[in-house]
């Protein structure tokens, strides 16, 4: 069921000779199209996020978001374009400290504001099970389907990935599924724009 997604978002991933190169294998494997971007490079280590599509990449930028002594975050922004209409895809992984996620989380949503009215899906590792962010910029897809209690997190009992759209894009499905993939469950959600 996933390999017939459209588009997938992962965080953790490596793409280096010492960690394996996991980023061009799932593409290869995937047959779509890439944009990675590594938040965390030493010891000959690339490791951070990637974004896979079905439709061709338009425009890609990763931008690192302030993350004080720890471990460097990011945001991925890939543009795709579908039948004509542009589509924002940023995909995150925030930090472990909450005064750090909630600095991220405003870089978050000042990126957003410079979206021109374009439809936009976030999605990705916030690390934080009580997620605090206006309905008008972020829709929480979990949420729209009275699905948020489900958790995410295999160690943990919360919610900590999440998937949100732009006001404007239609809510059809989310699932969790329960697979012993990494230490986070995937989610899967089905939407309209």
């Not at 069921?1 to 991933?13: H, K, M, N, P, W």
């Amino acid at each position: 069921r996933i390999s017939d997604s459209d588009i997938i978002c992962l965080q953790e991933v490596n793409e280096s000779a010492k960690s394996g190169f996991q980023v061009s294998s799932f593409k290869e494997e995937l047959k779509m199209y890439s944009h990675f971007g590594a938040n965390v490079v030493n010891y000959g280590s690339n490791y951070g996020l990637v974004t896979y599509s079905k439709y061709p990449i338009k425009s890609e930028n990763h931008i690192y978001l302030s993350s004080g002594n720890r471990e460097q975050r990011g945001m991925l922004h890939t543009e795709i374009n579908i039948d004509g209409r542009k589509l924002n895809i940023i995909n995150v992984h925030l930090g472990l400290g909450k005064e750090e996620r909630e600095i991220q989380i405003k870089e978050l949503i000042d990126f957003i504001d410079k979206i021109d009215d374009e439809p936009y899906i976030v999605a990705g590792d916030f690390n934080d099970g009580d997620i605090k962010i206006s309905e008008d910029v972020l829709k929480d897809v979990a949420k729209e389907l009275d699905k948020s209690n489900m958790l995410t997190f295999a160690t943990g009992l919360d919610r900590i990935d999440y998937i949100f759209v732009s006001p404007d894009i239609e809510v059809l499905e989310y699932e969790v599924l329960i697979k012993n993939m990494s230490d986070h469950y995937p989610i899967i959600a089905k939407i309209r724009i």
